[in-house]
Antibody, heavy 126, light 107 residues
Framework: QVQLVQSGAEVKKPGSSVKVSCKAS????????INWVRQAPGQGLEWMGG????????KYAQKFQGRVTIATDESTSTAYMELSSLRSEDTAVYYC???????????????????WGQGTRVTVSS | EIVLTQSPGTLSLSPGERATLSCRAT???????LAWYQQKPGQAPRLLIY???NRATGIPDRFSGSGSGTNFTLTISRLEPEDFVVYHC????????FGQGTKVEIK
């Protein structure tokens, strides 16, 4: 069974960037999409975007367009999420999650998410 | 963007009782592209249901999903002690969005 293991907690200053990694093991990496979902303290879940590694096609939530970059390194079965121009409202737990995805060589549509990584806490504070 | 509203915000029930959780969408969700997740404190969400009514691998049959269009329901037929946690719905008919969650607490 595939497992997703994320990098450790981060503390960042406002205006800086954070890069979180998500390493997959125990399954095929390239044919499944990796998505990023965040959860602010006491709040619900918020989808940020996803990528299908085999074609490198990504899709982002409009809210995060221009501020988030999702990429993969197939050689290490690792996905990355970089969020820039951090502000206090970005304080949250960030999760990666796999989805079967619907895709071709030119488009990608996220579906349901399973499994999830353990989460990475990002704190933005001056 | 499709907005999902879950109700109630908190559901107070006793072990062995039936739980009915609602998820309503501001627009029709294409082809019942709706999923449900369970989230225990301090843990990542776990997939319960996809395609509105399909149980994920390893999910007990006391969990069931139903609905179409803009109204969806997660039913837990007999609550076990470990079921008193938070549940989220998610649509994937368009760019994914989640509801705000329903907490099931012990009465």
């Amino acid at each position: 069974q595939v497992q997703l293991v994320q990098s450790g907690a981060e503390v960042k200053k406002p205006g800086s960037s954070v890069k979180v990694s998500c390493k997959a093991s125990g399954g095929t990496f390239s044919n499944y999409a990796i998505n990023w979902v965040r959860q602010a303290p006491g709040q619900g879940l918020e989808w940020m975007g996803g990528i299908i590694p085999i074609f490198g096609i990504s899709k982002y939530a409009q809210k995060f367009q221009g501020r988030v970059t999702i990429a993969t390194d197939e050689s290490t079965s690792t996905a990355y999420m970089e969020l820039s121009s951090l502000r206090s409202e970005d304080t949250a737990v960030y999760y990666c999650a796999r989805d079967r995805g619907w895709y071709s060589s030119s488009w990608y549509h996220p579906t349901w998410f399973d499994p999830w990584g353990q989460g990475t806490r990002v704190t933005v504070s001056s | 963007e499709i907005v999902l509203t879950q109700s109630p915000g908190t559901l107070s029930l006793s072990p062995g009782e039936r739980a009915t959780l609602s998820c309503r969408a501001t627009q029709s969700v294409s082809s019942s592209y709706l999923a449900w997740y369970q989230q225990k404190p301090g843990q990542a969400p776990r997939l319960l249901i996809y395609g509105a009514s399909n149980r994920a691998t390893g999910i007990p049959d006391r969990f069931s999903g139903s609905g179409s269009g803009t109204n969806f329901t997660l039913t837990i037929s007999r609550l076990e002690p470990e079921d008193f946690v938070v549940y989220h719905c998610q649509q994937y008919g368009s760019s994914p969005t989640f509801g705000q969650g329903t907490k099931v607490e012990i009465k």
